[in-house]
């Protein structure tokens, strides 16, 4: 889930109407059991701190309300434009310790959005079984 973190432009999303709230129930909807949450466009708002913990407690008290659990979902600052957080760690927000994730199968942590999607755990398939068509 990628939400923008310039003013004006969190709050249009997250607002009743809004993508963001759109984006999550439809992904949960249709059967996604991860989540990742990527704030882009944070060098928009200087690398602000507060900007990001506000975005963080918003969000995860709606992803609760959808249906995610907000311990399990990874919520990552990134610069897409910049490419900041991406792939490397970046030096422009030194506040951010990085990412925790608890899950059935443990902790993982991180610091980048790569980290993060690499932590994702792959759905087990039951190729013993029987085909299954619907």
Known sequence: LIIAAGTGEFEAGISKDGQTREHA?????????????????????????????????ETSNFIKKVGFNPKSVPFVPISGFNGDNMIDNSPNCPWYKGW???????????????????????????????????
């Open 25 to 57: 129930l439809l992904a949960y909807t249709l059967g996604v059991k991860q989540l990742i949450v990527a704030i882009n466009k944070m060098d928009t708002t200087k690398w602000s701190e507060d900007r990001f913990k506000e975005i963080v407690k």
């Open 100 to 134: 925790d994730k608890e899950t059935k199968l443990g902790k993982t942590s991180g610091k980048t959005l790569l980290e993060a999607i690499d932590a994702i755990e792959p759905p087990s398939r039951p190729s013993d079984k029987p085909l299954r068509l619907p």
